[in-house]
């Protein structure tokens, strides 16, 4: 019997495909990556990931036209389904305009996005985000501890929530925003990009469809880290490619996708 | 007493083939709306001082707004979408002072936009139904921005 498996859904101009797959794997996840010529693939998957990147040469606006790709169709379905979807930068991005998240309105017709940064400017900074709803509220990230703290790197240009008023409202009363951003100890700080409620990541009603604009892949070997860890580490290969704190995001996203049931 | 204020408009247009129009082109087909060509510019609106009498050739001048290789250069007659026509802005606009770190002088505002027109098999604009139908499902994300039309 083979193991659950991730299909990584890659698009023209993605550039995260690999670091995110190596991520899936390392916890003991099976997973491919799938291109966005293959939609035909995307059946066999239990769950899906869209990595970061920039989709279509971010045109139009970013993930916009990958969200109307025909290789989102099964994605889509796939969330509807109930299975688990994750969108990370790029991905968020797509999620966002395919209505997925925050999933209060009709899909394809987005209620929200990550739009331009406050700064006008690509911004590549570390970064700690926080889980700003309970555990429950996230099945997608299964056992994920309340208030944990994920480092990751925010690498975007597009990261910023915007929405109207009352769309910014209903997030945050009925806890669509997932993860806000913080400093290591879990203080929240304004997010370098000036996204409101200082959100950092969206999930849907259901919470099987998580969008997180920092990279968490990009934080999951001691040698990606920003502290006197990754210093320490340096000339020991070992020590170096141990698993740093953004590796437990795939751990709490590998056992939702296996179904394993939070103690 | 302080001089007139006065907008100016700009559209920047492609010489060589516009990759987003046709990106735009190929998504609008796929989501049923009866288009042949997708025609796309950047706008630029300057809020000017007084007449800004070479503000054109400076405008023209700025590579970040008007590369001579590639780019065409018009100034429009209205500060205004033409018939047909569709600008998208961002829906909370701070006007920015500078292009690419550069000041014009005499220019206290500048607001950047994108038209989008689309055409039929026969080189006409499509139906205001259809063009509205791309705007609500492709060209305009109302989270955070506005389509103005004429």
Same mark, same amino acid.
């Given at each position: 019997m083979r193991g659950v498996s991730v299909a990584v859904v890659?698009?023209?101009?993605?550039?995260?495909?690999?670091?995110?797959?190596?991520?899936?794997?390392?916890? =003991? #996840?099976?997973?491919?990556?799938?291109?966005?010529?293959?939609?035909?693939?995307? &059946?066999?998957?239990? &769950?899906?990931?869209? $990595?970061?990147g920039f989709a279509y040469e971010d045109r139009i606006r970013?993930?916009?036209?990958?969200?109307?790709?025909?290789?989102?169709?099964?994605?889509?379905? +796939?969330?509807?389904?109930?299975?688990?979807?994750?969108?990370?930068?790029?991905?968020?991005?797509?999620?966002?305009?395919?209505?997925?998240?925050?999933?209060? =309105?009709?899909?394809?017709?987005?209620?929200?996005?990550? +739009?331009?940064?406050?700064?006008?400017?690509?911004q590549s900074v570390h970064v700690h985000v926080k889980l700003a709803v309970a555990p429950e509220r996230v099945p997608v990230l299964a056992g994920i501890e309340p208030n944990a703290v994920i480092p990751a790197w925010a690498s975007h240009g597009d990261g910023r929530l915007a929405a109207p008023p009352d769309e910014l409202a209903r997030i945050e009363r009925d806890g669509h925003r997932a993860f806000v951003y913080c400093d290591r100890d879990g203080n929240e700080v304004?997010?370098?990009?000036?996204? &409101?409620?200082?959100? &950092?990541? #969206?999930?849907?009603?259901? =919470?099987?469809?998580?969008?997180?604009? $920092?990279?968490?892949?990009?934080?999951?070997?001691?040698?990606?880290?920003?502290?006197?860890?990754?210093?320490?580490?340096? =000339?020991?290969?070992? +020590?170096?490619?141990a698993p740093s704190g953004g590796i437990r995001f795939f751990e709490h996203f590998a056992r939702a996708v296996r179904r394993e049931v939070p103690a | 007493m302080t001089a007139a204020t006065a907008t100016r408009t700009f559209a920047v247009t492609l010489a060589i083939p516009d990759n987003e129009a046709f990106t735009a082109l190929e998504t609008l087909s796929r989501l049923g709306i009866g288009v042949a060509r997708v025609v796309r510019a950047d706008i630029w609106q300057l809020e000017v001082d007084g007449a800004a009498d070479d503000l054109a050739k400076t405008v023209a001048s700025i590579e970040a707004i008007h590369n001579p290789n590639k780019h065409r250069l018009a100034e429009r007659p209205s500060d205004r979408p033409a018939s047909g026509e569709?600008?998208?802005?961002?829906?909370?606009?701070?006007?920015?002072?500078?292009v690419a770190g550069r000041t014009i002088p005499g220019v206290r505002a500048i607001r950047r936009r994108t038209a989008w027109r689309l055409l039929d098999d026969d080189g006409r604009d499509v139906a205001p139904t259809e063009l509205d139908r791309a705007i609500e499902t492709f060209l305009c994300n109302p989270a955070f921005q506005v389509a103005i039309t004429t």
């Open positions: 890659v698009f023209p101009g993605t550039n995260s495909e690999d670091e995110t797959l190596r991520a899936l794997l390392a916890v =003991g #996840l099976d997973g491919e990556l799938v291109h966005w010529s293959q939609p035909e693939r995307l &059946a066999r998957f239990d &769950a899906f990931v869209l $990595p970061g970013a993930g916009a036209v990958a969200a109307h790709d025909a290789v989102m169709d099964p994605v889509i379905e +796939a969330a509807q389904a109930g299975k688990f979807v994750l969108g990370i930068c790029n991905g968020a991005q797509m999620l966002a305009e395919a209505g997925l998240v925050p999933g209060t =309105g009709p899909v394809r017709r987005p209620t929200a996005a990550f +739009a331009p940064n406050a700064s006008g400017r690509f304004d997010a370098p990009n000036g996204s &409101a409620l200082n959100a &950092a990541g #969206l999930v849907n009603r259901e =919470g099987n469809v998580l969008a997180i604009m $920092p990279h968490p892949e990009r934080d999951a070997w001691t040698y990606q880290h920003l502290d006197a860890s990754r210093d320490a580490a340096r =000339g020991d290969a070992r +020590a170096a490619l | 569709v600008w998208i802005a961002p829906r909370d606009e701070a006007p920015a002072t500078a």
